[in-house]
């Protein structure tokens, strides 16, 4: 490999990592509106459903994104790409603790659905550090 294609590979996996950190910001704050929206602070429109719905479509805006990353560095066989994929069913299993049909939320499976995610975040970090290095 070139010093030039190991430096865009660098600043891409960097950019990689930023939008990484941009989307995990997202998807706290849809989390955090969960209770925003259990206390009826919410707009009158917000509801579970539409919650739901916006947080799934940031979800596959951000596979999309690491999907086209991936396939550039033929990594879609990788310890990267496992961990990636264990992330993002685990980002899309936090739903799973709002039922939009009543409105409610089991804050149990919420508060243990985001420490998978926080396990997986730190996952996916150390297995793109390997693939650098």
């Known amino acids: 490999m070139t010093a030039m294609t190991s430096r865009y590979r660098i600043l891409e996996t960097n950019v990689l990592l930023e939008r990484f950190v941009t989307y995990n910001?997202?998807?706290s704050e849809y989390l955090k509106t969960i209770k925003i929206i259990e206390r009826g602070e919410a707009l009158r429109y917000?509801?579970?459903g539409r919650l739901i719905d916006n947080y799934i479509r940031n979800v596959k805006q951000f596979i999309q994104l690491c999907n086209s990353?991936?396939?550039k560095y033929k990594l879609e066989n990788s310890l990267v790409a496992?961990?990636?994929?264990?992330y993002f069913l685990d980002l899309i299993g936090a739903i799973s603790c709002m039922d939009p049909e009543s409105e409610t939320v089991d804050h149990g499976s919420l508060a243990l659905a985001q420490s998978r995610i926080k396990e997986r975040q730190t996952e996916f970090v150390d297995s793109?550090?390997?693939f650098i290095k």
């Open 25 to 27: 910001e997202v998807f």
């Open 46 to 48: 917000e509801t579970y």
């Open 69 to 71: 990353y991936l396939a």
């Open 82 to 86: 496992e961990k990636l994929n264990n």
């Open 128 to 130: 793109i550090n390997f």
